[in-house]
């Protein structure tokens, strides 16, 4: 691969008439338009990437967060969820349209640990920025943390727990503003975070990143045909611009099942905006997996 | 340690036996006639919502001033407007300014409070000034906490700070030689109006409470309403945004407030702004990825900060300059002192890292506010030592 600033018209060894290059160069941007394969299944050297030496402030945060999202949507586990320890090493390619693909390696914390020293988990990540699509591709594996077994039975708990609370729910407000969660409601909150993880994962850029302020309302819960079906309100926090975001989730969970969720979080009002000071709701986006 | 029941108050949960202690108010009720006071007595006296008189009613034509719990303000103004009484909303944020007249009480060689201004829905606004000269303009630090609302730990760690300065004086050889050279001054609340929103309305508000004409979006981000590149990178022109700067540097009457007394003061040496989180420690600038003229004394000073900081629990910080370490913000307070000749200029972002973000349990706040006055401890050595 070559580094930034170069031409990437540059002659390669085995220079060719500039015609051929040229076809050869649309052929492959019509392919890279026609796949929808995830980051991975292609080098970098093979398409206009070039190395982006001057990696920019926050990068590999930014990478590693959008990475642990999906994670731990992905393994749909409320009581597996990670948490970033630290950033170990990444490197990161750019393409004329400025978006960028990082590899990185990171480390996990439990999120739900109590220990003063927890155990560390190691993930390896190619996160892909892009321009137009909303969400950041992920490929990631990670180092097991908790026991295939355990994690199966910890999460079996929590959804009988669950399956036995009463609802309506009188508690609003998770955690209060005192930032105490009653430890009877705590597989609510895991459950909110990790249907809270799949926006979160959606909504990261190389610029903006979230975190899960307050489960502020619960709207709904069943538990039909088995599966925990959970209608509920988020706070999101983005940094950037210390927005504080609220997103109508509905999720629908199962232990050991893929996690659907549907979602729709509020925009940032403008001056003229009519509507009640904290929030009608503008545009709806609704994006889902169902 | 009184302090620790004073805590248990502040966060009403067990020791005190009542839930939010945040959030109660003193409602000034006009009595006009014999019936009304007789009203109020009976309301108070019933103990329905656990009233207290403030200042008793005597004759009609003088208000009474009555203490209610924060829980039960909502049906104490129904009863009020059912009966016809007319009230308004004194004070607030009792605890904290009570405990800065206690602490000012129990010390009045070493403390005093200054009402510096008030706020744009006209709460006071008072700095503590711990000071062992007498009337000169000694060299001083300004602690500025509160600024952004939802920020608790900062208030929080403001008022514990206050308590240790009094305390320790004469027994810590490190704060005693402070105060012996230069005064501190120190301002727990900067934000009073969004701090009573934050526990009456709405936990996450940030910014003032100031309305802007033309749109129905309040506040201003008092963060971005200083007098150094204002309006620059890092800030909005959306009055709906959280980071609005406001429609002119010092528009924000609390930001004007501090800029006065400092400007009138003329000798800080140090400008230190609590907020929360991220537990990060910055120096200048944040309108610009320039370097600051000392940037690399304040980094020393910083990592050495840090360093004691982290000695106490282990806990982490990140330490550089705002820009590039958190984000590019303009019209900043720390910006503000440095270019006026406050070289000592830092911002804590306190704890955590996002987990449980401005909700920081209240079991954290006392180790948060020990280690972090490690941390201050270690900058105000360093001014002590290096007066200009």
């Known amino acids: ?290 | 340690m009184k302090w620790i029941l004073f805590f248990g108050v502040l966060i009403g949960s067990g020791i005190c036996g009542r839930e939010k202690f945040f959030g109660d108010q003193v409602f000034r009720i006009n009595l006009r006639n014999g019936d009304e006071i007789s009203k109020l007595n009976q309301l108070v006296n019933s103990d329905n919502f656990k009233l207290s008189f403030w200042k008793s009613p005597s004759t009609f034509g003088h208000p009474a001033d009555v203490l209610v719990p924060s829980v039960n303000l909502q049906p104490v103004k129904s009863f009020l407007k059912s009966q016809g009484l007319e009230y308004s909303v004194t004070i607030e944020d009792l605890q904290i300014y009570h405990e800065m007249d206690r602490i000012a009480g129990d010390f009045p060689n070493l403390a005093s409070t200054v009402k510096i201004g008030h706020s744009f829905e006209n709460r006071s606004m008072y700095v503590l000034k711990f000071s062992t000269g007498e009337g000169r303009r000694r060299p001083a630090i300004w602690l500025n906490a509160g600024i952004h609302s939802r920020e608790w730990i900062s208030q929080a760690t403001a008022i514990w700070t206050s308590r240790k300065i009094v305390s320790d004086y004469g027994k810590d050889p490190a704060i005693t030689s402070i105060l012996d050279k230069m005064d501190i001054f120190l301002l727990p609340v900067a934000n009073p109006d969004g701090y009573v929103y934050t526990q009456t309305q709405n936990r996450f508000w940030r910014k003032t409470r100031s309305l802007n004409p033309g749109t129905h979006c309040i506040g201003t981000d008092p963060n971005r309403n200083w007098n150094v590149s204002f309006a620059g990178e890092g800030a909005s022109n959306n009055p709906c945004s959280e980071v609005y700067h406001g429609a002119h540097a010092n528009s924000e009457v609390e930001v004007k407030s501090v800029v006065d007394f400092i400007r009138e003061h003329g000798n800080f040496k140090s400008f230190i702004d609590l907020h929360s989180y991220s537990q990060l420690l910055m120096y200048p600038y944040g309108y610009t990825v320039n370097k600051a003229p000392d940037a690399e004394e304040l980094d020393e000073v910083a990592r050495c900060a840090a360093k004691a900081l982290a000695s106490l629990s282990g806990t982490e910080y990140q330490v550089g300059p705002t820009c590039t370490t958190v984000y590019p913000a303009s019209g900043s307070s720390i910006d503000w002192a440095y270019n006026n000749g406050i070289k000592y200029a830092f911002t804590f972002e306190l704890r955590d890292t996002g987990h449980y973000g401005f909700l920081l349990p209240a079991n954290q706040i006392i180790p948060t506010a020990e280690e972090t006055w490690l941390g201050l401890k270690t900058i105000m050595e360093h001014v002590r030592d290096n007066l200009y």
């Open chain 1, 1 to 290: 691969m070559q580094p930034c600033g170069q031409s990437l018209f540059a002659p390669r060894p085995g220079n060719r008439p500039p015609a051929t290059r040229l076809l050869a160069l649309l052929l492959l941007l019509a392919l890279q338009g026609a796949a929808a394969a995830p980051a991975g299944s292609r080098t970098p050297e093979d398409s206009e990437w070039c190395q982006d030496a001057e990696l920019p402030q926050g990068l590999l945060l930014q990478a590693a967060r959008a990475a642990l999202h999906f994670f731990n949507f992905r393994a749909g586990s409320p009581s597996a969820l990670r948490v970033l320890a630290e950033v170990q090493e990444g490197s990161a390619w750019i393409n004329q349209r400025k978006e960028r693909k990082v590899d990185l390696v990171f480390t996990t914390e439990l999120y739900s640990t109590e220990e003063a020293k927890a155990r560390l988990g190691k993930c390896s990540a190619r996160v892909f920025f892009r321009n137009e699509k909303p969400r950041p591709a992920v490929n990631v594996t990670c180092t097991q943390l908790i026991e295939r077994q355990k994690r199966q039975e910890e999460d079996y708990q929590l959804y009988r727990h669950m399956k036995q609370l009463n609802t309506p729910l009188d508690v609003v407000s998770i955690p209060d503003s005192h930032g105490h969660i009653d430890p009877s409601l705590r597989p609510i909150w895991d459950l909110a975070f990790l249907g809270s993880s799949y926006v979160m994962w959606e909504k990261t850029t190389q610029f903006l990143h979230y975190y899960v302020s307050q489960l502020s309302s619960v709207k709904q819960w069943k538990t039909n045909d088995d599966a925990i079906d959970f209608d509920y309100t988020v706070l999101l926090h983005e940094f950037s611009t210390q927005e504080i975001i609220p997103c109508r989730i509905h999720l629908v969970w199962y232990p050991g099942k893929p996690l659907k969720v549907k979602y729709h979080c509020q925009e940032l009002q403008t001056p003229e905006a009519s509507g009640t000071e904290d929030g009608s709701a503008v545009a709806p986006i609704e994006l889902s997996n169902f």
